[in-house]
């Protein structure tokens, strides 16, 4: 393949336009990320699919990236310097994502509904209380906070912490970064991680990050202190951004199309369709970096993945391919078969995913409940997105309350 790769936009701007450009191009098509990394872009739906359970493709890149060095790019440290069940293939992926797992049953998330509906109630009560006719930034006021301090809550984060370890993950999924920023990016995240464990370890609680911690001191080999920092920073960054993105684009939709939003308020048991029709359209993760070939893989029309490539995986591409839902891009609770792989797909599928769709049951129908007036303050061409190939948002939701 000697066709120069396909710069990635960073912008956030042209994601799902540029993956209708990569689709059609052809099953995998070489791109350049930032710091000049060179992956196979991967967004047509049954692609996507095959390679995300196929035996040649590892997320570990310390055995399957050739020439890897830790920590030598500074962007990727959350995605592929971690050691964590994210990076982590056949046993030892099973092994973290057990320990985890178990707090993430059906029974136990649902056991977190009164948690969820404490901390909404408590933010519409303070936008309530607000100056009327001004408008509000509700991610800021409202979307954000709620994942974040349910995840913040579960792991036991002290609250003099929170701000300072919630802006380092932010920056995670901003991929215009300098490196200057990246790498700062990279301590304040492993700073705010460490500072958590030696909290926890000199007053262990009721949370899991104290449990993290006991599981490693019950068993050393079982889980090293990389693998705890690690696990804290995949969880609570994952346990936050994702719903987020989730509510801020599922009240974008309701607020642009006035019929289906009447359609759910008359019967609410449709938010359900709202959420998974919003995860479809617009899924909080559209690429996640980096998976690697560990063997050559044959794609056919003539594109093959050869063993070390990395290769960039397009969760949200999958749901906009037509082939896989017909007119993709058009927003609809009504849709039949609808497919998505918004949580991932195969053994990396997302452990926090019933949160994030129970986090999204109580905040939306909260929300309109209290606000059934509620509109945008700008049009919505006008909403900036965030800067990011990783992940799908918007900086700032301005709305106004009615």
Known sequence: MTDAPTILDTSGS?????????????????????????????????VVRRLLTHPHVSKDARTSWPGYQPFAIAWLTAW?????????????????????????????VEAMRPAVERIAAGLLDELAGLPPG????????????????????????????RPAMLAAIDLVLDNSLTAERAAAMREGIYAAMHELVET????????????????????????????????????????????????????????????????????????????????????????????????????????????GDPILIGFGAHGRDPLVNPDPGRFDIDRHDRRHLAFGHGMHFCLGAPLARLEAAVALPALFGRFPGLRLAVEPGALRPLPSFTGSDVLALPVLLA
Request: proline share 6%; net charge negative; with cysteine.
């Open 80 to 108: 592929v310097d971690v050691v964590s069940m994210l990076t982590a293939d056949g046993d030892d992926h099973r092994r973290l994502k057990n320990l985890v797992g178990r707090a993430f049953t059906g029974r136990r």
């Open 200 to 307: 926890k370890r000199a007053a262990p609680g009721d949370d899991l990050t104290t449990l993290l911690l006991a599981a490693r001191e019950d068993d050393g080999d079982r889980l090293t202190m990389d693998e705890v920092v690690s696990t804290l920073l995949l969880m609570i960054g994952a346990g936050s951004e994702t719903a987020v993105s989730l509510i801020d684009h599922a009240t974008v939709a309701m607020l642009t199309h006035p019929g289906q939003l009447a359609a759910v308020l008359a019967a609410p048991a449709r938010w359900t369709d709202v959420i998974e029709e919003s995860l479809r359209r617009d899924p909080p993760v559209m690429h996640l970096p980096l998976r690697f070939a560990t063997a050559d893989i044959d794609l056919g029309e003539g594109v093959t993945i050869a063993a």
């Open 14 to 46: 042209r994601l799902h336009d540029q993956a209708d450009r990569l689709r059609a191009a052809g099953p995998a098509v070489r791109v350049r990320l930032p710091a000049g990394v060179v992956a196979w872009s991967v967004t047509r739906g049954e």
């Open 134 to 161: 001004e408008p509000v930034d509700l991610r800021a006021r409202y979307s954000y906070p709620i994942p974040s301090g349910v995840i913040c809550d579960l792991f036991g984060v002290p609250a003099g912490q």
